[in-house]
T-cell receptor, first 114, second 114 residues
Framework: DGGITQSPKYLFRKEGQNVTLSCEQN?????MYWYRQDPGQGLRLIYY???????QKGDIAEGYSVSREKKESFPLTVTSAQKNPTAFYLC?????????????FGPGTRLTVL | AQSVTQLDSQVPVFEEAPVELRCNYS??????LFWYVQYPNQGLQLLLK??????LVKGINGFEAEFNKSQTSFHLRKPSVHISDTAEYFC????????????FGKGTTLSVSS
C-alpha cells in the first residue's frame, strides 16, 4: 500500500533534549512538508522540501531542523532551542511543489515535553 | 499574503440535520481551495478541492462546497449528517505556483449527536 508513515506515534522528551521525528513516503512524491498543530490554532508550516537536498523554512521554523537526503524521507529534528515543543506534528507529501497538487498527510506524531 | 478564516470554531448539530461550515479567504490573486477532515488523533484526509471550472464541488462522504469568488467564500455543506461525521474540519488555500504550501484556517469542530 502506498502512503505516508510517521514514527513514533507518541514521543516524550525531557527539556534540553533534541528529538527526531521520522516521516517516510512511498508515493514517489517530490514535495514533502512538516506542519505543527496546536489546539485551536489550525496547522502551521514548519519546513517544506520540493526536491532532494533542498528545503525552505515555513512560518515557524525556529527551533527545528530538517534534512532531505532521500526522496522518500524527510525527518524533523526538534531542538532544545524550541521553547514550547509540545504539539501534534504532521508530515505531508505532494506529487510536485505547486499548489495544484493535493497534499497527503501521515497519521501524526504527538510530542510531549516532560 | 493569503489568509483563511473559519467563522465557527464549533458547530453542534443533530443527526440527519443539514450542516454548513463556513470558510472565507483573503487573496489578491487566484487561489486553490481545499477542505480536509481530521478524526481524533489522526492525520488529515482530503474531502474536496476547487481548482477551476464549476463552482460547485462534490467530495467524499456526501459533502459538497461552493466557491463564491465575489464573496471570497468556500463553504462546506452536507444535507444530512451522521454521527460518524463528528470530526474537525479544516479549510485551506494555496497559490498556483511552485514553492507554495497550504495555509490553513483554525478549524471547525463538528459535533453530531442523536
Amino acid at each position: 500500500d502506498g502512503g505516508i508513515t510517521q514514527s513514533p506515534k507518541y514521543l516524550f522528551r525531557k527539556e534540553g533534549q533534541n528529538v527526531t521525528l521520522s516521516c517516510e513516503q512511498n508515493l514517489n512524491h517530490d514535495a514533502m512538508y512538516w506542519y505543527r498543530q496546536d489546539p485551536g490554532q489550525g496547522l502551521r508550516l514548519i519546513y517544506y522540501s520540493q526536491i532532494v537536498n533542498d528545503f525552505q523554512k515555513g512560518d515557524i521554523a525556529e527551533g527545528y531542523s530538517v534534512s532531505r537526503e532521500k526522496k522518500e524521507s524527510f525527518p524533523l529534528t526538534v531542538t532544545s532551542a524550541q521553547k514550547n515543543p509540545t504539539a501534534f506534528y504532521l508530515c505531508a507529501s505532494s506529487l510536485g511543489g505547486g499548489g495544484i497538487d493535493t497534499q497527503y498527510f501521515g497519521p501524526g506524531t504527538r510530542l510531549t515535553v516532560l | 499574503a493569503q489568509s483563511v478564516t473559519q467563522l465557527d470554531s464549533q458547530v453542534p448539530v443533530f443527526e440527519e440535520a443539514p450542516v454548513e461550515l463556513r470558510c472565507n479567504y483573503s487573496s489578491s490573486v487566484s487561489v486553490y481551495l481545499f477542505w480536509y477532515v481530521q478524526y481524533p488523533n489522526q492525520g488529515l484526509q482530503l474531502l474536496l478541492k476547487y481548482l477551476s471550472g464549476s463552482t460547485l464541488v462534490k467530495g467524499i462522504n456526501g459533502f459538497e462546497a461552493e466557491f463564491n469568488k465575489s464573496q471570497t467564500s468556500f463553504h462546506l455543506r452536507k444535507p444530512s449528517v451522521h454521527i460518524s461525521d463528528t470530526a474537525e474540519y479544516f479549510c485551506a488555500v494555496t497559490l498556483n505556483q511552485a514553492g507554495t504550501a497550504l495555509i490553513f484556517g483554525k478549524g471547525t469542530t463538528l459535533s453530531v449527536s442523536s
